[in-house]
């Protein structure tokens, strides 16, 4: 987790973070705030569980976290700057209850442990770099560009 602030740096490298696909609802701009605001709730929940015994979690609706956060209407290089932030904080945070055995209980999908969060959490983060790859080379192809930079 702690590369993948590197790895949407180098997805956005020369990008307006502002690319559209016509299947996805953000932009590589908001889908690194998503990721950002991901890492942080579930850090604040281990947090919460590790620290003050606060074990048991609701869901939560992405998209609406999303809508009210404006997501691609974030500066790129803001949502960077808060991903890198986010993502030494969930470290921190994942670590230390990966240590103390931590287990939260969801209000949807049971018992989960600090283990089983990370995995999540790493395959959520990998699958969105997916996305923003696939907006990325829909930009490329509307503008005839090749790989990795729209002809601007």
């Known amino acids: 987790m702690r590369g993948f602030p590197a790895r949407f740096s180098a997805l956005l490298d020369g ?9 996805l609802g953000w932009t590589p701009a908001g889908y690194v705030s998503h990721v950002t605001d991901n890492l942080r709730t579930w850090a604040e929940r281990l947090a919460g569980a590790r620290l ?17 956060r404006c997501y691609n ?17 969930w470290a921190e945070s994942v670590s230390a209850a990966m240590d103390r055995r931590v287990v939260l209980q969801h209000a ?36 005839g560009a090749g790989p990795g930079r729209v002809q601007g």
């Open 52 to 68: 003050a015994g606060a074990t048991r979690v609701p869901g939560y609706d992405q998209d609406l976290v999303g809508r009210a």
């Open 108 to 143: 949807t999908r049971g018992p989960q442990r600090a283990e089983g969060v990370a995995r999540n959490n790493a395959h959520d983060g990998v699958h969105h770099a997916w996305d923003v790859g696939r907006i990325l080379a829909h930009a490329d192809a509307l503008h």
């Open 73 to 89: 209407e974030i500066a790129p290089a803001a949502a960077l700057w808060s991903l890198q932030r986010a993502a030494d904080a």
């Open 15 to 23: 990008r307006s973070g502002h690319e559209r696909h016509p299947e």
